[in-house]
């Protein structure tokens, strides 16, 4: 009882501490944060900068410009999610699911990304610079370019 306790208060605690949330997507920020999932919602625009969505659902949201800085996205599913222009820089992104995602133009500078699904995704002008990024298929060309990105089983 006490670690389930413990988790929601992991996953609750940092966004109590968000701010610059417009008025049209707070009821879904408060949906994530009571129930670390939050499909098809609006997130666009919002600042979750330092949260902590461990294995947040977030198939098919709207984060476009969100601020995810520092974000600890460990087993979060952003599964046809749209990102696009959303600043994840020093992001931990560990087997996180961005199948048929919409990647343009994110800016993932100096992220962890390991283990992600990419398969699908739209990855036009992100920003990688000092990224670091293992099996996972996001690269700048060179050797393996043109090879298909490896679904999820």
Known sequence: M??????????ATPL???SAVNAGNSQDLQKLSSTGE??????SGVNLSGAHLIGADLRGANLQGA?????????ADFT????KEAN????LVTNVNFKKANLNGVNFTRAQIVDSNVYGASMNNMNITDAEI???????????????IPDWD
Do not use: D, M
């Not at 601020?67 to 087993?75: I, K, V």
């Not at 994840?88 to 992001?91: N, P, R």
């Open 38 to 43: 939050c499909t098809g919602c609006n997130l």
């Open 16 to 18: 109590f501490f968000i």
């Open 67 to 75: 601020n995810l800085s520092g974000a600890n996205l460990e087993g």
């Open 88 to 91: 994840l820089t020093q992001a």
């Open 80 to 83: 046809n999610a749209n990102l």
């Open 2 to 11: 006490k670690l389930k306790l413990f988790g929601a208060l992991a996953l």
């Open 134 to 148: 293992y099996h996972t298929g996001i690269g700048v060309g060179g050797e393996g370019a043109g090879e298909v």
